[in-house]
């Protein structure tokens, strides 16, 4: 699907998109496309009673005719609610929930009138940007290993063009948002993926991908991970026939020398649990358990993607949890990186085990100006938080506030859950520096995690971690992000270096 940004002009096929404000307020362009459909779009929000022009309600009208409007199949009106509320996401939804309408409606064009209404506190060139930026993340699709899809459900649009009377000013602002998204596509292929076709090695060949966009990738495999201490994960990966992985990618933007932003993902290609082995029902999903590393691939190929003028690190940790003769089991003992020992109650809080070695890694070598890591960490997340935001636990109130605000503008919400030593009670072991899970009685269990890994930050490196399993896969259609793989994370990381870390 080709999306392009153009000037306004009325278009003479196909379907066409018009913003409406509440109380029915068409902008002037709207106004222009009435008359030329002979006013059927006046008189079908008359008769329309239920559409206002709220936020979120859509009015379809087939066949305008009249006019030089005449040759429309449709015009969708798409409600924007109060113009002085109407935000850059309201246009992202438009531009999402527009294309998914029409996909596989039999349409090949569409155009998206992203006119900015009298009230609305946001210049044109941004509301198309984000427009287009909506088309392309809303029009995601995985449809690799579909071979049967009957005519009905295969997609025939081809082009969306976006109008506005700012085209060269919405071209600019959209060149970097079309790399941002297409750092999202990266993530939540990699994460839709079977784990038949990604597991540590064949990750690990998708970053090195990365190389095409000036992106530094190392990979260390079992032995030079051995070299360096790495018992906690490698003890994860032990039970697995695929060898466990550990990928560093360098992006190099900004000042020479300057030290880097850091991030640290989890990926665990697939988790069964290993010998605590997980209940039958649902383990499929269990494929996504790397959508930590995967969210942080995709921030990596987005900021190398739009040139971000920055220095950048991504480490990534890549493992497969399994049973079998060789696995890890209750009850071990081993010992990180870091040198601090872990008696391992449970096999299935392994994400935690593998990430306090890639942790320590990065801080030693790197030296970061801050570290976050993300992991599809625990359920407990979920039962605390639902699927609407991942938890956000930090020894830094100033890079906390700066990644909670990046969520709220870019729509990947974050919620600050508590860390203190009263925690650390529960991770106390008879015959080891701790234990990797709390004992019976103490609950909290993602909080307990956090505790553990912040026992793996050194001198204070400001350093958050976002337990993202209740918000990495979605069972719903939501505007931007359609049903599966999210991409989460990476709208989010790459808003934080981009209002707060480039040289200016």
């Known amino acids: 699907m080709k999306i392009e940004i153009v000037d306004s002009k009325t278009p003479k096929r ?6 409406v404000g509440e109380g029915r307020q068409l902008g002037s362009f709207g106004q222009q496309v ?13 008769a329309a009673a239920r559409f206002s022009g709220g936020k979120g309600q859509w009015l379809e009208v087939l066949a305008p005719g009249g006019g030089s409007g005449g040759g429309l199949n ?17 246009y992202e939804a438009v531009g999402a929930d527009a294309v998914k309408r029409l996909a596989t409606a039999g349409e090949t064009e569409l155009a998206i009138g992203a006119e900015v209404l009298k009230g609305t506190m ?5 509301a198309a940007a984000r427009a287009a930026l909506g088309a392309r993340l809303g029009g995601y699709r995985f449809d690799k290993y579909r071979t049967k899809m009957k005519d009905r459900e295969k997609p025939t649009l081809k082009t969306v063009n976006v109008l506005t009377q700012a085209a060269p000013a919405a071209k600019k602002l959209h060149a970097p948002l ?24 064949s990750m690990a060949a998708e970053c090195r991908k990365l190389t095409k966009l000036g992106v530094k990738v190392e990979v260390l495999g079992e032995r030079e991970m051995k070299k360096l201490g790495m018992g906690a994960l490698l003890g994860v990966g032990q039970g697995s026939e695929r060898e466990s992985k550990l990928v560093v990618m360098h992006w190099n933007g900004g000042k020479k020398g300057g030290k880097p932003v850091s991030f640290v993902g989890k990926g665990v290609c697939f988790d069964t649990g290993g010998i605590s082995i997980k209940p ?9 358990d790397m959508a930590g590393a995967g969210a942080v691939v995709g921030t990596m190929a987005a900021l190398a993607g739009r040139k971000a003028k920055v220095n950048a690190v991504g480490v990534v940790a890549l493992v497969e949890n399994m049973p079998s003769g060789t696995a890890q089991r209750p009850g071990d003992v081993v010992t990180s990186m870091s040198g601090q020992t872990i008696e391992v109650l449970n096999t299935d809080a392994e994400g935690r085990l593998i990430l306090c070695d890639a942790m320590w890694y990065t801080q030693q070598r790197f030296k970061p100006q801050f570290m976050v890591d993300l992991a599809t960490l625990t359920g407990a997340i979920i039962i605390s938080l639902g699927h609407e935001h991942a938890g956000l636990f930090s020894n830094n ?12 503008s870019e729509d990947e919400l974050l919620w600050r859950m508590p860390l203190s030593e009263a925690y650390d009670e529960g991770l106390k072991s008879p015959i080891a520096d701790m234990q990797n899970i709390a004992g019976p009685g103490f609950g909290a269990g993602s909080i307990t995690a956090a505790q553990f890994l912040q026992r793996f930050v050194i001198d204070k490196t400001p350093w958050a971690h976002l337990d993202i399993a209740g918000v990495a896969w979605s069972k719903k259609d939501k505007a931007t992000v359609p ?14 270096v981009a209002d707060h870390y480039e040289d200016r």
């Not at 009435?34 to 008359?46: I, P, Q, R, T, Y």
């Not at 015009?75 to 509320?85: D, S």
């Open 14 to 19: 196909g379907s066409l998109v018009l913003v």
């Open 178 to 201: 079309d790399k941002l998204a297409a750092g999202v596509e990266i993530t939540r292929n990699l994460v839709t993926e079977p784990a038949n076709i990604i597991y540590p090695e």
């Open 397 to 408: 109130d100033r890079l906390s506030e700066q990644l909670a605000a990046a969520g709220k």
């Open 34 to 46: 009435d008359k030329a459909c002979g006013g059927a779009l006046g008189k079908a929000m008359a």
């Open 74 to 90: 449709r015009v969708l009106l798409a409600g924007l609610g109060k113009t002085t509320e109407v935000k850059a996401v309201a």
């Open 483 to 496: 049903k599966g793989a999210t991409g989460f994370g990476v709208r989010l990381l790459n808003r934080l």
């Open 280 to 288: 039958a029902g649902g383990m499929e999903e269990m494929k996504w």
């Open 122 to 126: 946001l210049p044109a060139g941004e």
